[in-house]
């Protein structure tokens, strides 16, 4: 059976994100859809209202400092004004954008997705479009949302939800999705609407009537979803979103080259320590001191300072060679920086062109980007799969266990390399699989040609119904349908990929996948454990890039996260050396502006290894059997109590305000006259007048030569079109023909208006409340807090008439913080309330110790501080400078502690779920007086008072562990670095001070 992947709707970081977006809008009415027939468009917003940039900016602010997200807002919302595409129309269009920086891995389009639903539920937003830059990304549009809507329909009451795969040949589903009243989300690429020649901008006999294609985009007036924008920030680019006409756009991207309005953060640092991605380590495979063989890389061309290209070659040194980063600019001799043979005579640099890509030498020879002069290296190609390999069947043989199917994914620059009658890459594979496959027994009985696939874009061979597959790097049309076609191929088998063999489909042995530069963005797998770089010393992707593929926590056969940190470990086989992987894919993160995680770990480091003496110790297993006791818990609920604390916090929190919504009618409108004065031979005079609806007035009388462009000698983007391409000099009827058709006679004046942008000229205020429909916020509260109706109607009943009749003027606000503030103080009630005690354990109860504490241990991307003859392990992880001084000052300098050891992420005690479970950090043991063994739980914080944490979820888990550490016989309490009597417990510390 193909596995069915399973989503956690409880992620708190996706929620957080999801949130930050749907209180840009607090206080915003919904919109309510009403019944139509016919072609009447159903818009986000209706015509002649604009959501007020002032509100917007107030509620950004408000979510920034709640999330303590750094920002450079200058007093006002940053937004986008400019021109439309030319050629499309002449009118200008405003609208703010909104960032949301996610690291890749973590879930990004999952969280775009989940917005969608939630500003339909909040605020009646309909009508959404997915851009694009690329083929790859478009199919994983599509591929998610079809294995996530079983998902999202159960979470938000079987809404309706389509989605349009655009499609210039399809032209008429633009109208179904103007029209309909339903969410309508049409994903389309950035290059099918970026130029005047695109279907969406002609008229269409399979969109008859008065509208062409994308008016009918334009006046649904839609909610942008910018998936990777850094791909969308030309001038051309800009002109092409304002030309849909969006009502505010959201962008969603790990590596963000403008941050406008952020309002959300997930930084590469932050998924590391909140273990979101797996950890990376690297098998670097060089072949060191062998000069023997010619090579020339170009590996960046830079325009700073003038064009200059990096290239990668030998170079003597003090009678040495060695492999180095050359700069090269016009007119200099290779051959004088490498003393190489090899370059002497025709290696003068005759043009360094950043347009086409390429470094060309006056002996003709072109170096494109990223291409490499000098042989494939099979001896490093052999090497580099090999280590794949084994380190395959390795991790696969520890996930047998785990029910994880383990995949690799092989990078190659040249096709010709795989697919060749004999290509080199697939023949070493073969030959290395079948030597290593008869030592692991999960692999033993499989060929080499039933585990591996590859996907290549394919074109058809001239006269012949056969293919043929192509390098490819979406140059030209053909080449995108060409990836198109593979992606779609390598997205319908994502759950294929992630199956066991079950003896029925051998498409389910595939575990190991040969690709090209296509699956550089777009695609991923979260059973990818190994990258292999098969380039020729030059990657043609970001170091960030190619380990996107593979940062995806696993999931096992029941479609579940796997979130082990022994399971979730990436190994990248790159053909550099480690030193160079690592400090390169820190430079890319320190480019970006972004506080880097720490460094992938050198896969050739030694593991850590277990202290076998404390291991079989009676002290440690018994005090182990003691942690593992069962216990269960109960809670008793004080109703009276909760609902007073519910009505207090509901009576004392400040209600969304809906007086300031969205402002009518605040058009600047400016009326342009263009009037002919006189002509000549090859100039004309013209006087140019220009009045706005805010009663400023200019006029200019100048002299222009014919092919003169009025907006660039005027500086007026709204004059676009208007080039002078002929004078007729011909009495009263003389006149100018300007290039977008228009004529001007001496008598016949040009007069046109073009809107300069959106922008309210005040912000206005509701002077009368408006009443809206009010919903069953009962039903909704009952469903979202698991509190009966009773409970939810008393609270309500109790509330002020002031406040009760909140409800009315903004339903959405009040429902969001009657909600918000009874799951809160629902938390807070249990936390106080929950009791715990040792049941009998179900079968199948518990942890077993080889899997918690294994012999040796790796830690990928981890800190390693040294331990002592009491730790457990010889050096032991860390997670925080607190913790490092903790361990360093108290534990290893203590000689009266017996043994410690840091609690593994697989031991989870279970809370209630609006609690969350929790993992403790230290277990250990020390004697007290030379006599008493205690055995202690420690949680080390930067500080010990509870209430002064950042985040309240981690104090309520606290407070709940130090009941549940008591059922078990377990001293349990909070303490820092600082902490002198660390090993005293909470209640004979607090009696030393009475």
């Not at 950035?190 to 006999?205: A, C, G, Q, W």
């Not at 202290?611 to 059997?625: G, P, T, V």
């Not at 016949?748 to 009443?771: C, D, H, M, N, Y």
Request: proline share 4%; net charge negative; aromatic share 10%.
């Amino acid at each position: 059976m193909t596995l069915k992947l399973q989503f956690d709707p409880n992620q708190l970081y996706q929620h957080d994100a999801v949130e930050n977006v749907a209180r840009l809008f607090e206080g915003l009415p919904r919109q309510i859809a009403e019944f139509t027939l016919g072609d009447e468009i159903i818009p986000n917003l209706p015509p002649f209202e604009s959501l007020s940039e002032s509100w917007l900016y107030d509620n950004l602010r408000q979510i920034q400092q709640d999330g303590e997200i750094a920002t450079d807002l200058a007093g006002m919302l940053d937004v986008d004004d400019g021109m439309v595409i030319e050629g499309v129309g002449n009118e200008s269009w405003r609208h703010p954008s909104f960032t949301i920086e996610m690291e890749t891995g973590t879930g990004k389009t999952y969280v775009a997705m989940r917005t969608i639903y939630e500003l339909r539920k909040r605020y009646g937003f309909s009508k959404f479009i997915v851009v694009v830059p690329s083929i790859a990304i478009y199919e994983g549009w599509i591929k998610n949302f079809a294995i996530t809507r079983d998902h999202f329909r159960a979470l938000y009451e079987n809404e309706t939800v389509n989605l349009i795969e655009y499609d210039s040949a399809r032209i008429s589903q633009l109208r179904a999705f103007a029209t309909s009243t339903f969410v309508e989300i049409l994903v389309i690429t950035l290059d099918s609407f970026n130029k005047t020649s695109n279907v969406i901008f002609k008229p269409s006999e399979k969109l008859p009537g008065e509208r062409l294609p994308f008016e009918y985009i334009q006046q649904t007036r839609p909610i942008l979803i910018l998936d990777e924008p850094q791909n969308m920030e030309s001038q051309k680019s800009l002109e092409a979103l304002r030309t849909l006409h969006p009502l505010f756009s959201l962008r969603y991207s790990a590596t963000h080259l403008s941050s406008p309005n952020l309002v959300y953060r997930l930084t590469p640092f932050d998924a590391y320590r909140l273990n979101l991605v797996k950890k990376i380590q690297v098998f670097g495979v060089t072949e060191r001191e062998n000069f023997n063989q010619p090579f020339l890389a170009l590996e960046e061309i830079t325009t700073k300072g003038g064009l200059k290209a990096k290239v990668r070659t030998y170079v003597e040194d003090k009678g040495r060679l060695k492999e180095v980063d050359l700069t090269l600019k016009h007119g200099d001799d290779l051959f004088a920086k490498t003393k190489r043979d090899e370059h002497k005579g025709g290696y003068v640099v005759v043009d360094v062109n950043a347009a086409g890509n390429f470094l060309e030498f006056d002996n003709g020879l072109r170096l494109f980007l990223n291409e490499t002069i000098g042989p494939s290296r099979p001896e490093i190609f052999r090497a580099q799969i090999r280590t794949t390999i084994k380190q395959h069947m390795e991790m696969q043989q520890r996930m047998v266990r785990k029910n994880v199917k383990v995949l690799s994914l092989f990078f190659i620059d040249r096709v010709a390399n795989y697919t060749a009658k004999d290509g080199i890459i697939r023949r070493i594979f073969d030959e290395e699989f079948n030597k290593l496959r008869k030592q692991y027994p999960f692999y033993e009985k499989m060929k080499a040609e039933e585990v591996r696939s590859a996907y290549f874009a394919a074109k058809k061979i001239a006269k012949s119904e056969e293919t043929e597959a192509i390098d490819t790097d979406s140059r030209n049309q053909s080449e995108r349908d060409a990836e198109k076609a593979a992606f779609e191929l390598i997205m319908k088998d994502k759950e294929t990929l992630l199956s066991f063999y079950d003896e029925k489909d051998s498409q389910k042995k595939v575990s190991f996948i040969f690709a090209h530069s296509a699956l550089k963005e777009g695609w991923d797998n979260p059973n990818v454990f190994q990258i292999c770089t098969l380039n020729q010393t030059v990657s043609p992707m970001k170091k960030r890039q190619e380990i996107g593929r593979g940062l995806r926590l696993a999931v096992n056969q029941d479609g579940l996260r796997v979130m082990e940190d022994e399971v979730n470990i990436l190994s990248v086989i790159a053909n550099e050396s480690y030193q160079r992987y690592a400090e390169t894919l820190q430079s890319e993160y320190v480019e970006e502006g972004q506080a880097p995680p720490p460094k992938p770990t050198n896969a050739g480091r030694a593991k850590v290894s277990r202290n076998e003496e404390i291991m079989q110790s009676k002290a440690f297993r018994d005090f182990w059997a003691k942690l593992q006791r069962h216990t269960s818990y109960k809670i008793s609920i004080d109703t009276p109590a909760l609902i007073k604390s519910c009505v207090e916090r509901i009576g004392n929190r400040a209600l969304p305000q809906s007086i300031i919504v969205v402002e009518k009618g605040s058009f600047i409108v400016a009326e342009y006259t263009i009037e002919l004065a006189s002509v000549s031979d090859d100039s004309c005079k013209l006087k140019i007048t220009v009045k706005d609806t805010i009663g400023n007035e200019s006029k200019n009388t100048h002299t222009f030569p014919i092919s003169t462009d009025l907006s660039k000698v005027l500086h007026d983007d709204r004059l676009r079109g208007y080039k002078v391409v002929e004078i007729v000099d011909d009495g009263d009827n003389s006149h100018v023909v300007f290039g977008n058709g228009q004529k001007v006679y001496k008598y016949q004046p040009i007069v046109f208006q073009s809107e300069q942008g959106q922008k309210p000229s005040e912000r206005s205020a509701l002077t009368e409340k408006t009443r809206y429909p009010v919903f069953n916020l009962i039903d909704r509260a009952a469903k979202e807090t698991g509190l009966t109706r009773p409970t939810l109607n008393e609270i309500f009943r109790r509330l002020s008439e002031k406040r009760k009749e909140a409800i009315f003027y903004n339903p959405e606000g009040f429902a969001g913080l009657f909600i918000g503030e009874i799951n809160n103080a629902m938390k807070d009630h249990i936390a106080e309330r929950i009791e715990f005690e040792i049941t009998p354990a179900p079968l199948k109860w518990g942890l077993d110790l080889e899997d918690a504490f294994p012999a040796e241990k790796e830690f990928p991307q981890k800190e390693l501080v040294e331990g002592s003859k009491a730790s457990l392990y010889n050096q032991m992880q860390v997670d925080s400078d607190v913790e490092e001084r903790f361990v360093k000052l108290k534990l290893n300098d203590d000689d009266k502690v017996v043994f410690y050891f840091k609690f593994p992420p697989t031991f989870k005690i279970d809370f209630p779920r609006i609690i969350g479970d929790y993992n403790p950090d230290w277990g250990i043991a020390r004697y007290k007086d030379g006599k008493v063994l205690l055995e202690l739980v420690r949680e080390t914080k930067g500080g010990e008072n509870l209430d002064l944490l950042r985040f309240p979820h981690e104090a309520r888990k606290i407070r709940c562990a130090q009941k549940v550490f008591t059922a078990l016989g377990v001293d349990y309490r909070v303490v820092t670095d600082h902490t002198a009597d660390w090993w005293e417990s909470e209640v004979e510390q607090s009696q030393m001070f009475r």
